[in-house]
């Protein structure tokens, strides 16, 4: 089994930054990839960033410039560093790693429990 433990979300102001984290742990080989959706109230989940292993990510077009994914392979650990937060930014944000527990077995993917980022004033 997989547990994703995610931390970092808050209240923040308008132009402000937050920093979330979502460390990894259990049985598996890999770790690939990790990324971060969102979901606001009365809308559907959406993709926000993610990053392969060697570092290659993707970002949503909303995001761009602002948000830095990045992820610390040894520790199984993917961050998203958020500036210049507006208030279309709040959401329940969601961490999500793609886990093969053998070279040869398939690709599933979990989901952590979700953090609270609020931007208003």
């Known amino acids: 089994q997989v547990q994703l433990v995610e931390s970092g979300g808050g209240l923040v102001q308008p132009g402000g930054s937050l920093r979330l984290s979502c460390a990894a742990s259990?049985?598996?080989?890999?770790?690939?990839?990790m990324g971060w959706y969102r979901q606001a109230p009365g809308k559907e989940r959406e993709s926000v960033a993610d990053i392969t292993s060697g570092g290659s990510t993707n970002y949503a077009d909303s995001v761009k410039g602002r948000f830095t994914i990045s992820r610390d392979n040894a520790k199984n650990t993917v961050y998203l560093q958020m500036n210049s937060l507006k208030p279309e930014d709040t959401a329940v944000y969601y961490c999500?790693?793609?886990?093969?527990?053998?070279?040869?077995?398939?690709?599933?993917?979990?989901w952590g429990q979700g953090t609270q980022v609020t931007v208003s004033s």
């Open positions: 999500n790693v793609g886990v093969r527990r053998s070279l040869y077995s398939q690709k599933n993917y979990y």
């Open positions: 259990g049985s598996f080989f890999t770790i690939n990839p």
